[in-house]
Structure formats: C-alpha cells, structure tokens
C-alpha cells in the first residue's frame, strides 16, 4: 500500500515569506506526528495529532509555526514570516496509534534564502 | 528526561566485515529504545525495537541490538555488512508521554567499502 507522502519535497523561500508543507498520511491511520531534521542533527519533535485534534504541540519551537488536520486526516504544517534558521527537511509520521510504530515520510526540504 | 549519545559520527567498514554502531541512552525509567535507518531520499525505517522484553533484540535486514542497563548501551549490530548498508543510523528513545514521543540521537553515518 502507499506509504506517508509529503508534499513538496522541495521548497525555496525567501526570508519574511509564508510556506505551507503537506503530509498525506497512511490510510486509516490516527496518529501523525511532525518532526524537523535540521543539517547533521536528529530529528526533533515538533507536534503530535490524534484524530483531528494537536495532542501535544510541545515542540512547536514559537508561534510563528502552526499546524491543523481539520478531518483527521491530511496535515499541514504553516510557518510565517520564515526566517533562515527555520531551514530543514521537513519530516511527517503516521501510526495505527499512540504506541504504535511511527512510518515516516521523505520529508519536504525547506531552504529559506 | 530521555536523551541518547551516538559516540560516533561516522563509521567505515570493508564489505563483509562486521558492523557495531554504539548507542548510550540516560532514562530515568525503563526505556524503549529502537535503531532507524535513514537512506538518501527516503523516509526513516524502524530496524528494530526493545520494549523490555528480550534483551537482544533481532531487527531488519540481519541488524540486532543489545540492551545492557548495567552499562547504558544500546548498540547495534550486524555480522557481515552488504553495500547496501551504507546510510545514516539513528538511536532512538522514547518518552513516556502517552504516545510515542521519539528523541532521536545525532546519527552515526556507516560507509561501507568493497
């Protein structure tokens, strides 16, 4: 079956711009989790959805970055006035569940000019 | 708080030579700990898992890892490395939140030379 897809892989923008990265999860699954990989590290939890609803935002690192899932389904990750620092590939997870395993996606490569 | 150390940042090995890829966790509790790989242009895959049952633990691809709470590791393991292993190796934790909340390590990436 299709595993979690992201859309773009690639995006360029400039510093100040508004982007707007898509995750299509695998079907049926309830979980979703964003993360973000920066160049040479880990990646870092940024939010965690069940169903419709953000679970647990902790890692949202301010409010410049926000994310929804209206029908519990497809995510999208928002981030305003996109600022250098906020370059990094992009990565998005889906499971049956909390608990389950986590199958991530390629990830959306986000350079901010 | 959870956090994992990959002591190295890279490592080389010959085709055919065996592979050891070092992970220490620090937990405060008893942790889950997994391996994930990471291939150019591809999502991250789970290797393997531990979730204190079996201390060695036998994953994907012919990877297995240890569990040693005496000494904190978690390496990972494989007897004959193929070409295809050459990818980046990540040591995971994870939180007890309610869900799975994964702390990734700063990943080990593996070479392997003919």
């Known amino acids: 079956g299709a595993g979690v897809s992201q859309t773009p892989s690639n995006k360029v923008t400039e510093k100040g711009k508004y982007v707007e990265l898509r995750c299509d999860p695998i079907s049926g699954h309830t979980a979703l989790y964003w993360y973000r990989q920066s160049l040479g590290q880990g990646p870092e939890f940024l939010i965690y959805?069940?169903?419709?609803?953000?679970?647990?935002d902790s890692g949202l690192p301010n409010d410049r970055f926000f994310a929804v899932r209206p029908e519990g389904s497809v995510s999208t990750l928002k981030i305003q006035r996109t600022e250098r620092g906020d370059s990094a590939v992009y990565l998005c997870?889906?499971?049956?569940?909390?608990?389950?395993?986590?199958?991530f996606g390629p990830g959306t490569r986000l350079t901010v000019t | 708080a959870q956090s994992v150390t990959q002591l190295d940042s890279h490592v080389s090995v010959s085709e055919g030579t065996p592979v050891l890829l070092r992970c220490n966790y620090s937990?405060?509790?008893?942790?889950?700990l997994f391996w994930y790989v990471q291939h150019p242009n591809k999502g991250l895959q789970l290797l393997l898992k531990?979730?204190?049952?079996?201390?060695l633990v036998k994953g994907i691809n012919g990877f297995e890892a240890e569990f040693k709470k005496s000494e904190t590791s978690f390496h990972l393991t494989k007897p004959s490395a193929h070409m295809s292993d050459a990818a980046e190796y990540f040591c995971v934790v994870s939180m007890n939140t309610g869900f799975q909340k994964l702390v990734f390590g700063t990943g080990t990436r593996l070479l392997v030379s003919p």
């Open positions: 937990s405060s509790y008893s942790p889950s």
């Open positions: 531990y979730t204190s049952a079996a201390t």
């Open positions: 959805f069940q169903g419709t609803g953000a679970a647990d």
């Open positions: 997870a889906s499971s049956h569940g909390p608990g389950y395993e986590q199958y």
